[in-house]
């Protein structure tokens, strides 16, 4: 089981997603590098929680551009 993400995470990541999500890859330090550039946001735990939570996102936007196996 997975950790639940707080609304601050959530709600950040969502705002960067839709404005930056061409920059937002499958790598999660170069998501965190955008999070660093694209935010004020200071503490290093809430820096890696979103740019985890950034990279699961992209991961899932992936599969869902691929085409079905069937």
Do not use: C, H, W
């Amino acid at each position: 089981m997975g950790r639940i993400k707080t609304v601050l995470v959530k709600r950040t990541t969502r705002k960067l997603y839709g404005k930056y999500g061409d920059e937002f890859s499958q790598d999660y330090y170069k998501n965190k590098a955008i999070v660093r550039e694209r935010t004020n946001i200071t503490s290093p735990k809430i820096i890696n929680t979103i740019a985890g939570y950034a990279t699961r996102m992209a991961k899932k936007a992936k599969e869902d551009t691929l085409p079905d196996k069937n």
